[in-house]
């Protein structure tokens, strides 16, 4: 088992370092291939209107930015094992000077976020807690204990985490890690742990790993189900494969982008399941505020009573946040969300003196924090509260994110900009939370899809007077409307070239009057997919042992479940069982009425039994093992109908990472 596991880690290190020499491709690429235009006219001119509304004579997030600053590296590129790099901050710090205006191809907010954001080092926030920014999406945060450092979040990558715990230690004190806090179930603020810990340290109770109850779950399932199209989605969402300059990516607002390193998973030793729970963690005073269904499903605020110190996880950032990912999840709960924040206010906000959260900076004095705490939270219930409003006098998504204006006293606040989140989509996300996808309209019950109805708008106007109005609207600046109709022209024909590259035009202009980091990445990776076609690059398998290993049966059927081919799972009836040796439970599998099913009923019958650990199923899956192997090796051993197994195991498939989205 030993040799097994070696191998089986080299063959996680393998795939990991495939994944980042693939994805570095693709961003290089993309830097070969890009064919940006300048801004237009219409483009400057709504920049400099931008420039007269917005109050750039506030400059204290740039105090606060800068506060506390030790140590910073003159250049930051961290590379994985096999020298391939995993983050590049130089790759922004080339373009995005520090004191420079901002270019015409970029929103002037956002280009100040994004020099906010490149404003890396480890810094001290106040006494015994310190934080190391821009070597991640997110901070990394580093409390000082009696005998060692205490985590909050470990980045998204073993090797930025890493980085970042090797510059504290140069640079602040070198000291053992007691405990990892892990404030919620996304990626970026967990799949660090391995860069600063080792599953053998936490198993003997050298350091405590702790977080909310529910998170394992969370963390993993998020990503099962609808995983391959929340990635392919997170590619135009994130940026991570423009090209780095001003008339590409100039990062997220979150942060800058993505790193593309390793990932791991440490379960924790001990969740916090109650609300106002009292820690005391290798010295330090903790109380637990559990925020469950804002941010994330599981989340969990920490004040730190003995440094007057409110950690927000985060449910605040320096930015408006999602109410829906536009990489798509489940929608969160705008309402609660902000009476989650007023709950923090009450119990809190007497107390504390300094906030700090996984992104962005902190912010320092007692009134200050408390003004910040109040508009974050009225941010959020003014926009569930007026969207519910207008929903309730008839208006639809759509309209409700053309009405929606914010109040003057949160427009000019800094940190209630949509950077990250928009109005607009938020607005969006809570009329569907309450009223899901349809507007009440009979004529949007049951619409054509677009190829269909791309060809019908040919059919009606003519291609070619479509393409002449649209060019004539797009040299008036009305990039929305020319983006809505030359989809269709694209849609009815794919190999139109002149329709592609107008529509790429309007997407790029879009992207560069575009407030949100997320837009301007979708908008702009939507006009190089126009221009250049859709990466088809090979995708190395999901295996990464630990995401693997916090996989129940339950979640890996389901999975099994989505991926059947419905060719040719139709007219199939069939039953197979797994015996699961080293958990000594079976579960009956059933295909039918095109369906999987499954049971852990005993005395179901099966056309064939498969009898194998749960460990090395796990493995199969990950394509780390195949049942021909683990059969020849007696790891699995197959009672009944051979040939109906075999024909069970070819039911499925394996969906294409690299769909198309901006062509059909």
Do not use: C
């Not at 030993?2 to 495939?18: F, G, P, T």
């Not at 940026?239 to 593309?260: D, K, Q, W």
């Not at 899956?621 to 021909?628: E, F, T």
């Amino acid at each position: 088992m030993l040799v097994e596991k070696a191998h089986q880690e080299e063959r996680v290190m393998a795939h990991a370092a495939i994944r980042t020499v693939m994805l570095a491709a693709v961003v290089s690429a993309g830097l070969g291939q890009a064919q940006a235009a300048p801004a237009t006219q219409a483009t400057q001119e709504r920049h400099a209107q931008w420039m007269k509304t917005l109050p750039f004579d506030d400059t204290q997030d740039f105090k606060n930015a800068q506060r506390g600053l030790i140590y910073r590296e003159p250049s930051l590129q961290i590379k994985g094992v096999n020298g391939n790099v995993v983050w590049d901050l130089d790759s922004y710090k080339a373009f995005i000077k520090p004191d420079s205006a901002a270019p015409s191809t970029v929103h002037p907010g956002l280009w100040r976020m994004s020099q906010l954001n490149l404003l890396d080092g480890v810094y001290k926030v106040t006494d015994n807690i310190y934080q190391v920014r821009g070597y991640d999406l997110s901070n990394i945060t580093f409390v000082r204990g009696t005998s060692g450092w205490i985590v909050f979040d470990v980045g998204t990558s073993t090797e930025t985490a890493a980085a970042a715990y090797a510059l504290l230690q140069k640079h602040v004190q070198a000291a053992p890690i007691k405990a990892i806090i892990y404030s919620h179930s996304h990626i970026d603020h967990y799949a660090g742990a391995k860069g600063l810990v080792d599953q053998a340290a936490v198993d003997s109770g050298q350091v405590q790993i702790i977080a909310p109850e529910g998170f394992v779950e969370h963390a993993i399932s998020e990503g099962v189900i609808a995983g391959n199209a929340m990635k392919r989605r997170a590619t135009y969402m994130y940026g991570a494969f423009l090209p780095r300059g001003p008339e590409h990516s100039v990062g997220s607002g979150l942060g800058m982008t993505n790193p593309l390193g390793s990932v791991s998973l440490i379960a924790p030793t001990r969740s916090v399941s109650k609300s106002g729970e009292k820690l005391v963690v290798d010295g330090v005073e903790m109380v637990m505020q559990l925020t469950p269904g804002t941010e994330a499903p599981v989340e969990m605020n920490t004040y730190l009573p003995q440094f007057k110190a409110m950690w927000m996880a985060e449910n605040t950032t320096n930015t408006m946040h999602n109410i829906l990912s536009l990489r798509g999840t489940q929608v969160r709960d705008a309402r609660e969300w902000a009476n989650y924040i007023n709950e923090t206010i009450d119990l809190f906000g007497d107390g504390t003196e300094v906030k700090f959260q996984a992104h962005h900076w902190p912010v320092w004095g007692k009134e200050q924090v408390h003004d910040y705490l109040i508009k974050q939270r009225d941010l959020y219930k003014y926009i569930h509260d007026r969207s519910v409003n207008l929903m309730n006098k008839g208006y639809t998504g759509e309209e409700i994110a053309e009405l929606i204006e914010l109040p003057a006293s949160l427009q000019k606040d800094w940190a209630t900009r949509g950077y990250y989140g928009t109005l607009k989509h938020n607005a969006r996300a809570v009329y569907q939370y309450y009223m899901g996808w349809y507007d009440g309209n009979p004529s949007s019950l049951d619409v054509l899809p677009p190829t269909a109805a791309g060809a019908k708008y040919v059919e009606y106007i003519g291609r070619d007077r479509l393409l002449q109005k649209a060019q004539e609207d797009f040299d008036r600046g009305e990039y929305r409307w020319v983006a809505m109709v030359v989809k269709h022209l694209v849609f009815a024909d794919a190999k139109d070239t002149e329709a592609r590259q107008l529509l790429a035009n309007s997407y790029e202009q879009l992207g560069y009057q575009a407030e949100s980091g997320p837009w301007r990445s979708i908008y702009l990776q939507g006009a190089l997919e126009l221009r250049n076609g859709a990466p088809d690059l090979p995708v190395p398998p999901n295996n990464n042992a630990d995401m693997l290993a916090a996989l129940t049966p339950e979640m890996m059927f389901d999975l099994m479940a989505v991926r059947l081919d419905d060719e040719k799972v139709k007219d199939k009836e069939l039953t197979v069982a797994f015996h699961f040796v080293d958990i000594d439970t079976t579960y009956t599998l059933s295909i039918g009425n095109s369906v999987l099913n499954y049971s852990t009923r005993p005395g179901l019958p099966a056309q064939a039994t498969m009898s194998v650990s749960l460990a090395d199923f796990k493995l199969i899956q990950g394509k780390m093992l195949d049942w021909k192997t683990a059969m020849k090796t007696d790891r699995a051993k197959l009672q009944g109908a051979g040939r109906k197994f075999q024909e069970f195991a070819g039911l499925f498939e394996e969906p294409d990472l690299w769909f198309n989205i901006v062509t059909p």
